[in-house]
């Protein structure tokens, strides 16, 4: 089975940093892309930011300038790098990617990492 597992939310205060993993394991052919999504309570899940295989990038208006997506392909992980950090920021931050096994497409999610930002 496919799996995808977040790593690196926690606590820190407003302006401060964190860097978030997700690794892909399991029998996977290829990536396509992948991305972070976030929930706050009481709201729907929206895009954060996700990346191509390729390297094309995209990001909510929200987080640009202050976020910055990558990942390694090599090790089947996506990173997020997140600095200035706003009380704003505070949801459980969820991996998603678009995996072919089999030769089809299948989409995956991680079980999510809570990040929490303090005034």
């Known amino acids: 089975q496919v799996q995808l597992v977040e790593s690196g939310g926690g606590l820190v205060q407003a302006g401060g940093s964190l860097r978030l993993s997700c690794a892909a394991s399991g029998t996977i052919f290829s990536i396509n892309t992948m991305g972070w999504y976030r929930q706050a309570p009481g709201k729907q899940r929206e895009l954060v930011a996700r990346i191509s295989s390729g390297g094309s990038t995209n990001y909510a208006d929200s987080v640009k300038g202050r976020f910055t997506i990558s990942r390694d392909n090599a090790k089947n992980t996506v990173y997020l790098q997140m600095n200035s950090l706003k009380p704003e920021d505070t949801a459980v931050y969820y991996c998603?990617?678009?995996?072919?096994?089999?030769?089809?497409?299948?989409?995956?999610w991680g079980q999510g990492t809570q990040v929490t930002v303090s005034s």
């Open positions: 998603n990617a678009d995996i072919v096994v089999l030769a089809k497409v299948y989409d995956y």
